[in-house]
């Protein structure tokens, strides 16, 4: 076949596309269906989840955690992490980390004249706790720590209501310390913050990073979790061995964040595979009715077809000129699928989804861990030109069968029944 | 004006639809010579085998028994894609529904051929336009088969046929849709082709239109050559 005839065979499956122009159309709308909703799916779900492990990442320990290697296991007040003030200096240093964040934390039981609670005390940095983490923003009543409270602390909601404190109010945390002593010490609330989990709301409180090794009595290096917050947390993992390789000391690892919180990994995961399903699921029918009207465009010009191959047309060349036609609808298809997927989702962005699904923010968490409901789409231009590429794939893959009829077509059978 | 050049030569053709008890035998034992030059028409009544003779001889289809010699090659032996190759170079087609490819105008439909052919655009042009003109087509060039009248896509496509300067042209009841007045007309140009580039013409055929221009009258009745005659308006 000459490079001409190529063209004139591309050139007659353009022409022959609009023959039909409504059917055209139908596929066309198919193939944009096909695409624009996946599409539209994953940037709203791949957006949410993204932002869940921000949200996380900055609340809890960063997207990467350096800790002592048997913390996982169990997070024991006497496991802790040396040396950090060297390795955090290195850290600030390296272009792929936005934030890091030291973290003390202590198990222990918090007590009131109402009653004792099971609570965990996070000991940070407040300045860096108020650029980094949500729950700064999350005070609903009182104020958040600054780097002089000494010995007060923010407190969740309900574990204010639990213990029946309010602002001011002092309450007593007793907790091992490294040496596994028991100790004592006095807080005094300065905040109650909301952030809508459960968990964090009923059982976390933070105070100052100084009076939290004091009380584990942890040295000035010495800490429970340093966090690291990454520009791209998609790609961590050559970072994590990276950072293992070069400055992990003794006991220390660096772990990604699907290891610290394996609950929301595994959530998200599962969410995943979820909607991946469904959208095969919506493909297929969608490839269905696609498959129907090429089938029927193909059989309803047998007879013309006939009469090429009468004059001498070579079924390859047939078959070039019905593969073009669908290379042609997913060509046009794919790419204004993609653009209608990405455009529905950037025209719902900023749109607080329980304004559709009712109900209260609190309900909507992860892994224990509450979700944003706002939309924030991701687009993601690898994964949207995946799904393209893979509809267009499949696209391609019906014009098979009726390209396999070509080889079926009798000439004589076709032109008598003219 | 035929000179001896044999293009087709028949011997013993046998053709049977189905087998056995029910076969149809729809030709049964056929002689027949095509010369280069000739201008011949087949003629006998609905079913006597017309249409399968001009597709075995056109290589659209098999004989189930005895040969057919196209310009030395015995299709017997060939392959479909050697016999579409044949096709594609060395005959010509024409059709009682035109069958001309809707999206294509006038001038692509003609050149088609000679593209498959690989035949260059200079020469393309220049053959495609001479024959236009020589065929009334002037100035029909760049219309598609829809807008033109039954008789004007004949025309095209009796030019796509005859373009590529065949060996032989088929022609299967091409006079059927047309009135009896542009059937004229289009004899009148293919007879004009036949003298001018000694094409040669093999027609089935109701219409004594056609006969009357043929200049060999081959008659079948159930799937035999009942008679083959010299017709009266010899030139
Ligand atoms: N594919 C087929 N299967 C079975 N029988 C067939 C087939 N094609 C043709 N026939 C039979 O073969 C015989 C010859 O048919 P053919 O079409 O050659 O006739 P014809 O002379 O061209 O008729 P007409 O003048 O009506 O076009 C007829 O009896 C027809 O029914
Ligand atoms: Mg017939």
């Known amino acids: ?418 | 004006m035929n000179s001896n050049q044999e293009i087709v030569s028949l011997k013993n053709v046998v053709k049977n639809y189905g087998s056995g008890q029910v076969a149809i035998k729809a030709l049964q034992d056929i002689d027949l010579k095509i010369y280069k030059g000739d201008f011949s028409v087949m003629m006998g009544p609905s079913g006597c085998g017309k249409s399968t003779l001009l597709n075995i001889i056109g290589g659209l289809d098999r004989v189930t028994s005895g040969s057919v010699i196209f310009n030395g090659k015995d299709f017997n032996l060939l392959t479909n894609k050697e016999l579409s190759l044949i096709r594609r170079n060395e005959i010509g087609f024409v059709f009682q529904n035109y069958n001309l490819l809707p999206v294509l105008t006038a001038y692509e439909n003609a050149e088609y051929v000679l593209m498959l052919q690989n035949i260059p655009i200079s020469q393309r042009k220049e053959k495609v336009m001479n024959l236009f003109k020589e065929m009334d087509l002037e100035g029909l060039e760049n219309r598609l088969p829809r807008e033109l009248s039954g008789g004007q896509q004949q025309r095209v496509a009796i030019a796509r046929a005859v373009v590529s300067n065949p060996l032989l042209v088929l022609a299967d009841e091409i006079t059927a849709n047309v009135d009896s007045k542009t059937a004229q007309s289009l004899l009148t140009l293919m007879e004009k082709l036949n003298k001018t580039n000694n094409t040669t013409f093999l027609f089935s055929t109701h219409d004594p239109i056609v006969k009357n221009f043929a200049r060999k009258v081959i008659l079948l009745k159930d799937g035999l050559i009942d008679k083959e005659e010299q017709a009266s308006k010899n030139i």
């Open chain 1, 1 to 418: 076949m000459s490079a001409k005839l190529l063209l004139l065979i591309i050139k007659i499956s353009w022409l022959s596309l609009w023959r039909n122009k409504r059917r055209t159309f139908i596929s066309l709308f198919s193939i944009i269906i096909g695409t624009g909703i996946p599409i539209f799916f994953v940037c709203i779900a791949w957006g949410f989840y993204a932002g869940l492990i921000d949200d996380v990442a900055r609340l809890m320990s960063g997207h990467i955690t350096y800790e002592h290697k048997d913390y996982r296991n169990s997070p024991s007040n006497d496991l802790w992490v040396g040396d950090t003030i060297k390795i955090n200096n290195t850290l600030t240093n390296n272009d792929n980390i936005l934030f890091t964040k030291q973290i003390v934390n202590l198990q222990g039981v918090a007590h009131t004249a109402k009653g004792s609670v099971g609570i965990s005390l996070m000991g940070i940095e407040p300045k860096k706790e108020i650029a980094i983490s949500f729950l700064p923003e999350n005070i609903i009543e009182g104020k958040y720590l600054s780097k002089v409270d000494e010995r007060l602390v923010v407190v969740g909601e309900k574990l204010a209501k639990n213990l029946n404190i309010a602002i001011g109010k002092k309450f007593v945390f007793t907790t091992n310390d490294i040496k596994g002593e028991l100790t004592e010490e006095l807080f005094r609330v300065k905040g109650i913050f909301k952030t809508g989990s459960k968990e964090i709301d009923g059982h976390l409180i933070q105070s100052n990073i100084a009076i939290a090794r004091k009380v584990a009595g942890l040295s000035n290096d010495e800490i429970s979790q340093l966090g690291i917050i990454v520009k791209n947390p998609d790609e961590h993992e050559v970072l994590i061995d990276e950072l293992q390789k070069s400055l992990a000391k003794n006991n220390g690892i660096f772990l990604s964040w699907q290891k610290i919180m394996p609950d929301v990994a595994t959530t998200i995961r599962m969410d995943r595979t979820a909607i991946t399903f469904f959208m095969i699921m919506l493909v297929v029918i969608v490839l269905f009715t696609m498959f129907s009207t090429i089938l029927m465009s193909t059989l309803e010009r047998k007879r013309e077809f006939a009469s090429l191959l009468a004059i001498g047309t070579q079924q390859i060349e047939l078959k070039v000129q019905i593969f073009f036609e669908t290379i042609f609808f997913g060509l046009i298809g794919c790419p204004l699928g993609a653009l209608v997927g990405v455009g529905v989702a950037k025209w719902t962005e900023g749109y607080d989804m329980l304004n559709v699904v009712g109900g209260k923010s609190e309900d909507m968490s992860v892994g224990g861990f509450g979700m944003d409901t706002v939309i924030t789409p991701l687009f993601s231009a690898p994964l949207i030109m995946q799904i393209c590429f893979f509809f267009f794939l499949a696209v391609q893959l019906l014009s098979f069968f009726p390209i396999h009829l070509i080889s079926k077509i009798s000439i004589t059978d076709e032109l008598r029944s003219a």
